[in-house]
């Protein structure tokens, strides 16, 4: 037997759920700039009062858009390393990359919200880090095991900037070499950066066969980061 609190809370949940959908709609139609709780209320028959109970500010609703798009970008790289157990580090390093674009392309707008231009006058607080961190943990622990089992390639880093390699290892990849830290986050910038270039047209007129320019550029940050291919 549902218990009046549980029918509260079921219904609280189906109108949030509710809201941050049309929210996304409003997302993909306008842009992060022009999403209004105002608007939102009005396309959903709510009274704007009404919905300050769920997001007491726009600020507060695009908080929750961005860690569920983070989340479910998270959960689409986990997936697929899950889906390659078994394999050697680099391919699956490279199967976690496809999936960051291919979740990229069939969330564009999602995408766009978290990687591309910040949205003037909002602050993302710290309650956005775990679910962004998710895909480069996954990132981090192929790299680790590999590490662990029989050592990176590495490449080493020129003198003036061995300081800023051991605080990244420290801080970032603790137990890994300060090389590694300095290849990873060349490597990270470097896959959104592909994601966002096809994503954002700028590829258009340069590669044609992206999928199959993907899968190269990705195996090549895999060599990057020390990763052999069998």
């Given at each position: 037997m549902t218990t009046p609190q549980g029918a509260r809370a079921r219904a609280r949940m189906e109108v949030t759920t509710a809201i941050k959908d049309e929210a996304r709609r409003q997302l993909a139609a306008e842009g992060a700039v022009k999403l209004s709780l105002r608007a939102v209320a009005r396309e959903l028959g709510m009274v704007s009062s009404a919905l300050y109970r769920y997001f007491p500010s726009r600020d507060d609703l695009l908080t929750a858009l961005i860690i569920d798009a983070y989340d479910s970008l998270g959960e689409?790289?986990?997936t697929a390393h899950a889906a390659a157990a078994g394999l050697p580090s680099a391919e699956r390093w490279v199967a976690v990359c496809?999936?960051?674009?291919?979740?990229?392309?069939?969330?564009?707008?999602?995408?766009?919200?978290i990687y591309g231009s910040p949205v003037p006058g909002y602050a993302a607080p710290d309650t956005t880090i775990p679910p962004a961190a998710r895909v480069a943990l996954v990132l981090i622990g192929i790299l680790r095991e590999a590490f662990e089992r029989r050592g990176l390639a590495r490449t080493p880093v020129p003198a003036g900037l061995a300081p800023e390699a051991r605080r990244m290892a420290d801080e970032l990849v603790p137990g890994l070499p300060p090389e590694v830290a300095v290849a990873m986050a060349a490597a990270w910038a470097q896959l959104f950066g592909l994601v966002g270039f096809e994503l954002f047209g700028q590829f258009k007129g340069v590669v044609e066969d992206r999928e199959r320019f993907f899968r190269h550029a990705a195996a090549q940050l895999a060599h990057g980061v020390g990763l052999v291919f069998p």
């Open positions: 689409a790289a986990e496809e999936a960051v674009r291919h979740w990229a392309l069939a969330h564009p707008h999602e995408y766009a919200l």
